[in-house]
């Protein structure tokens, strides 16, 4: 299945998993909203009343059968006439004028005719009159001078003389609003931020390219998922973004490095449970891949842009191994970025890899690798930034280094730069058994990893699988990973069988 493919796939349990995720943001824009719209209607809306009157035709003749022959069945038409008649031009006019010199305004007609609306049953003869005002008692007032008048409305048509026309409801001071309704439109405003944030967060998770989990790893590509690292880290530490990524091009050593904190990332006693496992469960897949070889295995990792955490990731492989009681070498072969040396907290100015490729370094073993640096683990560091790391690596002094190297260790481990960055990862291709591409979830690209796999394809590099690091503990959207929650192994205590430093 292709990017597209995926991106077009939109589910039930991907729309609830949206309100999962982002619970508390909804939850916020949602509460603004009630609260804006609320104080809009209390500040912005003028508050409107109504006083109503009902009213009802009836025979004024007293001879049953004149009104049955035909003042009776006319009886609704009427009160649908009167109601026609209240609206009039001419019925208003005299309501106007009436109001105005009793009370001393000076309303106008359109202003009044606004005001009063009149309607009837449709089925009984029966008429109502409503006026409504920003001010409960101009419309109690309006109401009361119509009361008065109405009565008087057949007095202009002499072939109503049977009809009266008689108040059954008087109208009244109204003491609430008719509108705006506050409650409603509380609600509304609620409903109304909800939606607009909801379609945003939407669109935005509709639309990313970001890797967040194993599905969205496996639609990248078939290469298995060797290893899933739960977050460990905050924003500070190992896999934080770089502050500028275009100085990890500077290979003159004259750069300002990316500062990052690798403090407490190695695998110890204090170490999560959950990490520790994740740990084990990579160590064991990495495991069944190195059968394939007959001689000790030279595993290197790398990325597609620096920030996805492969340093920390390939010292704590390193580390596991080596916690079997395994002879490991680790090799800092990031020779324009260098951090195996602040991981592990040793000098940096001492021989390393790149004073052992220039021929500097004659006895590399003996003097520039750093013995049980971490229990049983050594190490060599990058030594001094050379200007030519690409060319270092792909010479025959690395590949005669790594050959004594896999026959004095188990296994031999490589960090090397970002695939996407430089072309150093690619200059060793010959020599490395498997590489180990890491994959941070919430910060790797799509279309990143894609070209990652694409360009060592092209390289005919051997592949071990992704390792899938920095995964939430809920996933991207909610969803529990390996190992992301405390279950009832976690009571057991795990010692390393190697002594920690």
Not at 185 to 198: K, P, Q, S
Request: hydrophobic letters at 40%.
């Amino acid at each position: 299945m292709n990017e597209q493919e995926k991106t077009a796939e939109i589910t039930f349990g991907f729309l609830v998993a949206i309100v999962r995720r982002f619970f508390l943001i909804l939850l916020i824009v949602s509460v603004a909203g009630a609260g804006l719209a609320f104080a809009a209607t209390k500040l912005l809306i003028d508050p409107v009343y109504s006083s109503t009157a009902e009213f009802a035709v009836e025979n004024t003749s007293g001879e049953a059968g004149v009104m049955n022959s035909g003042y009776q069945m006319g009886a609704v038409q009427y009160a649908t006439n009167y109601a026609n008649e209240v609206e009039g031009n001419v019925f208003l006019s005299e309501i106007l004028n009436a109001y105005n010199t009793k009370y001393g305004k000076n309303l106008t007609l359109k202003q009044l005719t606004r005001k009063i609306s009149a309607t009837s049953d449709g089925e009984l003869p029966v008429f109502t009159i409503k006026v409504v005002s920003t001010d409960p008692q101009e419309a109690y007032d309006i109401l009361a001078t119509v009361q008065d008048m109405t009565r008087d409305l057949h007095l202009n048509d002499s072939t109503r003389k049977y009809v009266n026309i008689k108040p059954i409801e008087y109208g009244s001071l109204a003491t609430a609003p008719d509108s705006p309704n506050v409650f409603l439109n509380t609600v509304l405003g609620t409903i109304i931020a909800f939606a607009i944030a909801y379609v945003a967060i939407f669109l935005k998770v509709f639309l990313d390219k970001t890797v967040y989990d194993e599905e969205m790893v496996k639609n990248i590509s078939s290469l298995p998922i060797v290893g899933q690292i739960p977050r460990w880290s905050d924003k500070k530490s190992e896999g934080g973004r770089a502050k500028n990524k275009a100085q990890h091009f500077d290979t003159k050593g004259n750069k300002e490095e990316i500062q990052r904190d690798y403090a407490g990332k190695l695998l110890g006693p204090k170490t999560p449970f959950s990490v520790s496992e994740s740990f084990k469960t990579l160590r064991t897949n990495l495991t069944y891949v190195a059968r394939q070889d007959k001689s000790s295995p030279v595993f290197a990792v790398t990325s597609g842009f620096a920030g996805a955490g492969k340093s920390v990731v390939i010292a704590n492989i390193a580390i596991s191994f080596s916690q079997l009681g395994k002879k490991v070498l680790l090799i800092d072969g990031d020779m324009r970025c260098p951090v195996q040396h602040k991981v592990f907290s040793v000098a940096a100015d001492r021989n390393g890899l790149s004073e052992t490729l220039a021929g500097i370094e004659e006895n590399p073993f003996e003097n520039a690798v750093i013995h049980d640096v971490y229990g049983s683990l050594d190490l060599m560091t990058c030594g001094r930034i050379p200007p030519n790391p690409s060319e270092l690596l792909s010479s025959d002094r690395m590949q005669q280094f790594l050959e004594e190297a896999k026959a004095r260790y188990d296994y031999v481990l490589i960090d090397l730069p970002p695939v996407l960055e430089t072309a150093d990862a690619g200059a060793v291709t010959s020599i490395i058994s498997s590489y180990i591409i890491v994959v941070r979830a919430g910060y790797s690209k799509i279309d990143a990893v894609q070209t990652v796999v694409e360009s060592m394809q092209a390289m005919r590099a051997n592949m071990a699988g992704f390792v899938l690091n920095d995964v939430n503990g809920k996933g991207a959207f909610g969803y529990y990973s390996h190992y992301g929650h405390r279950g009832k192994y976690s009571k057991y205590v795990y010692r390393d069988q190697a002594e920690q430093k």
